[in-house]
């Protein structure tokens, strides 16, 4: 019995003084570092700092991008003014315009061919009605001795002499452009038509010239005067 005793006090020392050794060893040797997860964050900070500057650099080429088109839109719309502003003043007749057109020259008949005594100039019934049948006839711009005509010129008489727009015509030859693109059809409607007679009947003589295909009319010389016209307030 005691025999069992003592057997059996052996084997619970052995396995505690075993205890005890493990967990010193334990103590005494720490546990090493398992250091592959920093690795793989080192890794991945490297990765996303790169992937970072990319964008950056995207970014940066996007917005500089952006800048150019921005400027190449308002130098777009730029242009689009300009070229606006060009086609309204061709319309209006403030710039030269080179064309096909007739030239029509107004000379006091000859001595023999008089009905009446010289004519010392044209009337602004017969200019006007010269004009009337040339825009009848298609003509797109007209100048007379040089002084383009718009939509708002006037032909009239002051102090007995014919003006347009306040330019005398006081004396011979008269000269009249005509730009049209038919300058054919212009010349030979003139032809049939009744300016020569009426020309006649004054004691002038319109001649027609035969078509030219590069026919210069200078631009509208006065200043053009606006009215009837109240500003736009913004609400």
């Known amino acids: 019995m005691l025999n069992n005793y003592k057997v059996g006090f052996v084997f619970v020392s052995i396995v505690f003084g075993f205890m005890l050794a493990v967990q010193f060893k334990i103590v005494q040797e720490p546990q090493e570092r398992d250091t592959r997860d920093i690795w793989q964050l080192k890794a991945d900070l490297v990765s ?4 970072q500057t990319n964008l ?8 500089s991008q952006l800048s150019n088109y921005k400027t190449e839109r308002h130098e777009s719309k730029e242009q689009a003014l300009r070229e606006t502003l060009e086609e309204l003043k061709k319309e209006a007749g403030l710039t030269e315009i080179t064309s096909s057109g007739v030239i029509l020259t107004i000379t006091p008949l000859s001595d023999e061919l008089l009905l009446n005594r010289p004519p010392s100039g044209i009337s602004p019934e017969l200019l006007n009605r010269l004009v009337n049948e040339l825009n009848q006839y ?6 007379v001795n040089e002084q383009r005509m718009i939509n708002s010129s006037v032909i009239r008489d002051i102090n007995g002499v014919t003006t347009i727009d306040g330019y005398p ?12 693109k038919d300058a054919g059809n212009v010349r030979d409607r003139l032809k049939v038509g009744k300016a020569i ?16 295909t590069s026919l210069t009319i200078p631009a509208y010389k006065n200043t053009i005067e606006v009215q009837e016209m109240e500003p736009v307030l913004s609400e």
């Open 48 to 51: 996303e700092q790169q992937r």
């Open 56 to 63: 950056l650099k995207e970014i940066s080429t996007l917005e």
């Open 138 to 143: 298609q003509a797109e711009e007209i100048s």
């Open 169 to 180: 015509l006081d004396s011979f030859p008269i000269e009249v452009k005509v730009i049209a």
């Open 197 to 212: 007679e009426e020309f006649f009947m004054e004691d002038l003589m319109l001649d027609i010239s035969e078509p030219i």
